[in-house]
């Protein structure tokens, strides 16, 4: 007999990631579609397509749709309420999914799904609490209370990226109206222009040399500076990385959490950042709190978000089983 | 036939409030019993004879009792692994009073007790995701998530008035190794501090002269000075209830919760602290969280602590009825 299986769909600002997955979030297939510059119907066709198609590979049937997208979700409608990059708010995005494949649906964010990825089967496997950060050029952050995601009393919260560390700091990005709070601290962002601000005041290091040479002063640059040992760069990951953990004590005493993994694309710094982020986050939380979690990077890369959004329409098809 | 009753158990640092609830948590009877200065083998005596006095007097069977303790809890064991007054580190509390009193006992975190009273019968009444932030000499916390408490994976977490709002503040006070975090900032003892500095800058207002004529500053001076119209104790009212807003803000980006309940000693002075709470608030969180949640006063003075450790035993003996 064919195995059940479910499709996860990671839908980023400029692509799609679509894959059929088994019960033990092992992927089968998965197919890759640019999505960049569509407009709203668009969008919706190229989705059904890529969905259809992963569909077709599948060994077993289909029994439903997970997607993760980088939108404030409001689940009592299943629509987007905020998103920056995609043409989706006030799309009721959830039940034309639905109606368009014939398959149920589960929608949330995508830092959501992929701390739920995480939790079942990457970096937080065997823990019941787990909060994730995913540190790219913002901050998404996941929360996973019991085994199950949690994101508010409408899905609008679990935006970690947004906790105040710093309330003199610099006005936040995008749409957040938010000053010092940990995203404007601790991304990639943030990474970038403290490791300008380093090179510019320290021109005699190697970060200092690449910013005179007129190389584009990137996280990537940083963390290969850093890791060739320039000390300007390890500094800069570690003024980041101690800045990542002031929000991590906070997390740990609101969370008492059993993990706090942190991923995306930062995280290639590995213990350059983590070491300074766990030190900071030790020296600030609430002794019980930091000695029982574990902070530790991410399992999942870039399929962080199809696995998570994967485990979501899982969930959804054994809730509908159990009742 | 007799209704079924719960006992709710405030212990404080200095006091203990006992009290018979109903089903609908209406209080039939209370006593009240000073303990400061008990060891641990005199309070626990204490305890089991004030709940057994306060047992005589309950119109019907007692079927739980519930205990708010100003601890943090790790609920693996039912006992606290940290407490600033209360000789009770490493009790197991829970057994211990079981055990004594010969009923299923529950214990909770006194922040996490009165959140449940505020939802269940309070300012948060009919909401499903509360949090309450109670700002006296420290500030505790306590999150109702889907109505249930939620503390952490095993209890520690909830520790709300220990997230950093300004990493390069002041150090915290007790047991709290952190700084600039919202205890630092925005309790009693903050409000002090800050009407300390105030008075001192400006001579000549009503806050200036209070501290020239030799009387205390104190949270409760500064108050009623600034009901009577005083503009620098209105001020330092504003400053702290803007700090106040800016954990609040971090409190709804991360939980999108229907109601934040602000109790507590500080709460006296009313509008003066909200009304800045909820205009920082607003400036700082995310749009759709700050648009569904409301910031209101407490229900609850000095009884929140018993009724919610009350609710806590009910919920209890529901528990057990249904399985």
Redesign the interface.
């Known amino acids: 007999m064919a195995e059940e299986c479910v499709i996860g769909v990671d839908l980023g600002g400029t692509k799609l990631l679509a894959g059929v997955l088994g019960e033990d979030l092992a992927v089968h297939s998965r197919t890759y579609r640019r999505i960049q510059g569509l407009d709203q119907r668009a969008l919706l066709e190229a989705i059904v397509e890529t969905v259809e198609e992963v569909r077709a590979s599948a060994p077993g049937p289909v029994a439903a749709v997970g997607f993760g997208i980088p939108c404030?979700i409001?689940q009592r409608r299943g629509m987007a309420?905020?998103a920056v990059n995609l043409p989706l708010v006030d799309v009721p995005f959830r039940d034309v999914m639905a109606e368009r494949l014939g398959l149920p649906v589960q929608v949330d964010n995508d830092g959501n799904v992929a701390a739920l990825a995480e939790q079942r089967a990457g970096a937080a496997r065997g823990?019941?609490?787990a909060i994730l950060l995913t540190i790219g050029t913002g901050i998404g952050?996941g929360i996973v209370?019991d085994g199950r995601v949690?994101?508010?009393?409408?899905?609008?919260?679990?935006?970690?990226g947004?906790?105040?560390?710093?309330?003199?700091g610099p006005r936040c990005q995008g749409?957040?109206?938010?000053?010092g709070?940990l995203e404007v601290m601790a991304s990639g962002t943030a990474l970038t222009r403290e490791g300008l601000r380093i090179a510019s005041e320290r021109p005699d290091s190697g970060l200092g040399r690449a910013l005179a040479e007129g190389r584009l002063v990137t996280g990537a640059l940083i963390t290969e500076l850093a890791h060739d040992g320039d000390q300007a760069a390890i500094d800069t990951l570690a003024l980041i990385g101690s800045?990542l953990g002031?929000?991590i004590?906070?997390l740990l005493?609101?969370?008492?959490?059993?993990v706090v993994v942190v991923g995306g694309g930062v995280i290639a710094a590995g213990e350059l950042l983590l070491a300074p982020a766990r030190a900071e986050a030790a020296?600030?939380?609430?002794?019980?709190?930091v000695a029982?979690a574990r902070i530790v990077p991410a399992h999942f890369g870039t399929e962080a978000g199809m696995i998570g959004a994967a485990a979501l329409a899982l969930d959804d098809v054994r809730s509908r089983g159990a009742a």
């Open positions: 404030l409001d309420t905020m823990a019941s609490d952050g209370i949690y994101a508010g009393s409408f899905g609008a919260g679990a935006e970690l947004h906790m105040v560390i710093d309330m003199h749409n957040c109206p938010n000053y709070c800045n002031v929000g004590a906070s005493n609101v969370f008492n959490p059993d020296r600030r939380g609430l002794p019980p709190d029982h």
